[in-house]
């Protein structure tokens, strides 16, 4: 039995209609992220183990802030 992916909006997806954003799914041992205007297209799916990493990396390469 396949168990239903639940995606939840990024917390920076901004004012408007919110739909300016990626999604992520935990699905236990990996996690999987989408562009939320594109949901039918190709998700990326991480180890679990890799995504803090991957997001940490991101910070340092487009740094936010005054």
Not at 13 to 19: F, H, I, P, Y
Request: proline share 8%; charged share 20%; aromatic share 8%.
């Amino acid at each position: 039995m396949t168990q239903a992916v639940r995606w939840q909006k990024s917390s920076y997806s901004g004012g408007g209609d919110g739909n300016t954003c990626v999604e992520v799914a935990d699905l236990d041992t990996h996690i999987s992220i989408r562009d939320s205007k594109a949901p039918a297209r190709a998700t990326l799916t991480f180890p679990a183990a890799s995504f803090a990493p991957f997001i940490e990396a991101l910070k340092e390469t487009h740094p936010t802030g005054p």
